[in-house]
């Protein structure tokens, strides 16, 4: 929903299961269960006018707002089992997600939101960064390289965390920008971003 605050009335809504319900057209096993598209969590990117939605079905959705109306710009399968968590990097279109299925996953949506630019206004968050993907499992971690194919969002960065992510922040301690992740123990874990 986007509100106006002042009136305390919904400008818009969208419901994301009438979206399910449209994309389930196609035929399905008899007695295969699928989660519902509840939203989990929600992000606005410091431009102000796109934010981005988890939802319980492993979907990311990215939006723009256009006045008193939203649009979703993108939709993409983030992770297997619901996403958790959603959470914009400052100052860019890096989003940061955490799912169900114990995985944090970095994706930079700027190709995709700056190719669909409604408006003429220069925009400042362009960032171009490097492709790597690093994955961290039982203290190894392994680094490849990641491309975008057919405007198709690949994750820059997936990280093993194990448990389901209840919590998630982009955050600088000593000047080097880091993941905090809580969950379900009672620590907080700390992952660097090395190079972003």
Request: aromatic share 6%; with cysteine; net charge neutral.
């Amino acid at each position: 929903m986007l509100w106006n605050l002042q009136k305390a009335r919904p400008l818009w809504i969208t419901n994301l299961q009438e979206e399910e319900t449209e994309e389930m057209e196609s035929p399905q096993s008899p007695g295969q269960l699928l989660n519902p598209a509840l939203a989990h969590s929600v992000s606005v990117a410091s431009c102000g006018n796109i934010f981005s939605c988890g939802a319980e079905d492993g979907k990311v959705r990215i939006f723009r707002v256009m006045g008193v109306k939203c649009e979703q710009e993108l939709g993409f399968k983030g992770h297997t089992l619901g996403v958790s968590q959603v959470c914009f990097l400052p100052e860019s279109y890096l989003l940061l997600t955490g799912g169900n299925d114990g995985k944090i996953i970095l994706w930079d949506v700027s190709s995709e939101v700056e190719k669909k630019q409604k408006s003429p206004t220069k925009h400042t968050h362009r960032k171009k960064t490097k492709r790597a993907t690093y994955t961290k499992q039982g203290g190894n971690a392994n680094a490849s390289v990641t491309d975008e194919e057919h405007g198709k969002i690949l994750p820059k960065l997936s990280i093993e965390h194990g448990e389901k992510v209840n919590w998630l922040l982009s955050t600088k301690i000593k000047g080097c920008e880091n993941i905090l992740v809580a969950d379900q123990t009672s620590s907080i874990s700390v992952y660097p971003l090395n190079g972003i």
